[in-house]
């Protein structure tokens, strides 16, 4: 079913305008508030053009890629971890394009041959219902997460179609690697939390409804979507885990055959630039991937992050090498497994 309806969803994206307007299509990860700022701000600045886009989990957007590659519909990969932007470089899906802010972003982040880049840096933090779970409680790392007085109170966003979470789950088991040489510490890990965890939540929008209703108290997500839904009155707090956290280099690509690659690398320029940048940290709580921005255009909040959260480097190539069968295999034993049947 829900194959289906992405695939009417589709149809009715990149059919043609009636007014003559040119359709642009993105697939993208970000979710409607941010999705749509964008929209109508580039539609503002470029009349002759019609953003449409397809809100889908990362790993979504990458599978529908690979379905599409003889005959692209969309025109940009808007968002998720250069992991998943690196599996659409070994599969062909990508252009090259060198976007006008090239120089401003890490080197670190940025595809090869120009197949992708950074736009924005996307931190992943604690989040807990702050009606229901006193400050003096708040699990602090990760490890605090584990313990007895949150069990079957953790709620979980689906980890196989989630960059974010797929980025946690690496951040787990590359630790696993380093303190023991391979992942069997970490699956571990993985099986106490699902002995925690009450549910998977299929969408962002659920689980963001599941915690609010304290249907679970404590979940791990990514910064941006937890400040959006604070902004719109969601009782939701959030801790940055003492031993250090996962930062997603969330990336944007050219798609190979796009429909319209025109004006796509026109939308590519314009969400790296300082004003789209600027714009998406003030509105959508975007940590901006440009080292070059003026001081006194960024957000407070951006300050107080760069300040407060501590950055675990991570190997992305391993999580691009092995990421994919470590899902696999958590998905296969390990998810549901946790607790006693």
């Not at 079913?1 to 009417?8: D, I, S, T």
């Not at 023991?180 to 571990?188: F, Y």
């Not at 070059?292 to 951006?302: E, G, S, Y």
């Not at 760069?306 to 691009?320: A, I, Y």
Request: hydrophobic fraction near 45%.
């Amino acid at each position: 079913m829900r194959q289906a309806l992405g695939a009417a969803l589709a149809i009715v994206l990149v059919s043609g305008c009636g007014d003559g307007r040119i359709p642009l299509t993105l697939y993208s990860p970000h979710g409607r508030d941010h999705l749509t700022l964008l929209e109508h701000e580039f539609e503002r600045l470029h009349p002759d053009i019609d953003v449409r886009f397809l809100d889908l989990g990362s790993q979504e957007v990458l599978d529908r890629l690979r379905l599409e590659r003889v005959n692209p519909q969309a025109d940009v990969w808007f968002g998720g971890p250069t992991t998943l932007f690196e599996r659409g470089v070994q599969d062909s899906l990508l252009a090259p394009y060198r976007p006008t802010w090239a120089d401003a972003v890490d080197s670190s982040g940025i595809g090869p041959g120009d197949l992708y880049y950074p736009v924005y840096r996307t931190p992943a933090v604690i989040v807990y219902n702050r009606a229901a779970v006193p400050d003096s409680i708040v699990p602090r790392d990760w490890e605090e997460v584990l313990a007895p007085r949150w069990r079957d109170k953790v709620l979980i966003r689906d980890p196989v179609a989630s960059g974010t979470m797929r980025a946690i789950w690496g951040l787990i088991l590359q630790r696993s690697i380093q303190q023991t040489g391979d992942t069997a510490q970490g699956m571990a890990w993985l099986r106490r939390l699902d002995a925690q965890t009450r549910t998977y939540a299929l969408s962002p929008a659920l689980l963001d409804a599941k915690l609010a209703r304290q249907e679970g108290l404590v979940t791990l997500w990514d910064l941006p979507d937890v400040l959006i839904a604070r902004s719109k009155g969601m009782p939701f707090g959030y801790a940055f885990p003492s031993s250090g956290t996962v930062v997603i280099d969330d990336a944007i690509a050219l798609v190979a055959g796009a429909p319209h690659p025109e004006v796509a690398r026109q939308f590519i320029d314009f969400v790296g630039s300082v004003d789209g940048q600027i714009l998406a940290a003030d509105k959508v709580f975007r940590l901006p991937a440009r080292h070059d921005l003026p001081a006194d255009r960024i957000p407070a909040w951006v300050a107080g992050v760069e300040r407060e959260m501590k950055v675990e480097p991570m190997d992305w190539g391993l999580l691009t090498r092995e990421g994919a069968g470590w899902m696999g295999y958590w998905d296969q034993h390990v998810r549901n497994t946790g607790k006693p049947r």
